[in-house]
């Protein structure tokens, strides 16, 4: 199935791939008020499971209602719409939730109070031109220099498109320098997250990574810590001081895209070799697992069938 015969599911109607459009002057364009969530999707058409499906739905209307949005749907009839958009679009290896105000409007707020809601479910392919994403080396990461917004302004939990953008230009700036993203620290210095990714640090035989006053609840994030749990891994949820950046034995990102990616240089510090190193791999080795299928413990709980 190519982008062009894909549909997309807004407000209850499949429409065209290239008929999904909003107008140039959408309050939501214009003010970046677009709320999101992406999640993975893995098996043959028909026996879909999606990785922490049922989390990723609950995240994303807990964003739209921190972002004042309100919408007519539940979770058992996004679940249903999803489902819907799956069968509809066979071969889906990615699904992104979005609630936004389609509505022109020139004030800050938008017209119409009622957000739209559009479910994609696509193949890397319609978004990148090819199949899979090139092989991944480790992480090169530059820390940025603008800090992670505050809690105070905007809280982490809310995957709003306009807090995004500094992430956006920190990571443009960080790619010409020759690094792969950037790892945002917070007001007070300690280590925040990275453009689109959580993070972990190996301190001592235990992991590390900020606690959710200061970052985003990766789903991700939250599977391997029930990893780490089950394989007896120390994990400290404190931010972590910028100096261990310096001392770490290991650093990892996690998120929906990249699941578990070692990280090799931070800044001007090359990760001492070899990278990944042991408490990674096992993380990753066992996410891996997880996510195939074959991990008697966790997989029936992560990969959720799509209805
Ligand atoms: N932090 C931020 C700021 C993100 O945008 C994401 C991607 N959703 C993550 C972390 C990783 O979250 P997840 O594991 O749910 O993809």
New binding site residues.
């Given amino acids: 199935m190519s982008s062009a015969e894909r549909t997309i599911w807004i407000d209850g109607q499949l429409v065209a791939w290239q008929e999904a459009t909003v107008h140039v002057l959408s309050q939501s364009l214009q003010r970046g008020s677009l709320v999101f969530?992406?999640m993975a999707c893995y098996g043959e058409p028909g026996q879909e499971r999606v990785f922490g499906l049922v989390e990723?739905v609950d995240?994303f209307l807990a964003s739209v209602a921190s972002n004042g949005m309100e919408l007519e749907l539940d979770r058992a009839s996004i679940l249903a719409a999803i489902a819907k958009t799956v069968h509809a679009n066979p071969g889906s290896e990615g699904i992104k939730l979005s609630a936004y105000h389609a509505g022109v409007s020139l004030d800050v707020l938008p017209r119409q109070a009622r957000p739209c809601v559009a479910i994609a479910a696509f193949r890397f392919r319609d978004i990148y031109g090819v199949d899979a994403p090139p092989e991944r080396q480790p992480a090169r990461l530059a820390i940025a220099a603008t800090r992670k917004t505050p809690s105070s302004v905007l809280s982490?939990q809310v995957?709003i498109a306009a807090g995004?953008t500094a992430?956006a230009v920190a990571k443009q700036r960080a790619l010409r320098e020759g690094f792969d993203d950037i790892l945002f620290l917070d007001l007070e210095g300690r280590v925040a997250?990275?453009?689109?990714?959580?993070f972990f640090a190996v301190e001592g035989q235990g992991l590390r990574t900020a606690s959710l006053d200061r970052?985003?609840a990766?789903?991700?994030?939250r599977a391997v810590i029930e990893i780490a749990e089950d394989e007896g891994i120390p994990i400290r949820q404190e931010a972590p001081p910028q100096s261990l950046l310096e001392s770490a034995s290991e650093a990892f990102l996690?998120?929906?895209?990249i699941d578990v990616w070692p990280v090799a240089r931070i800044g001007e510090r090359k990760l001492p070799q070899p990278v990944p190193g042991p408490v990674t791999i096992r993380l990753r080795d066992r996410l891996a697992r997880v996510i195939a299928g074959e991990d008697p413990r966790l997989s029936p709980r992560w990969m959720q069938p799509v209805g």
Avoid: F
Avoid at 193 to 198: D, I, M, V
């Fill in positions: 969530d992406v990723h995240r982490p995957k995004y992430a997250e990275s453009s689109t990714q959580s970052v985003l990766g789903i991700t994030r996690t998120g929906t895209t």
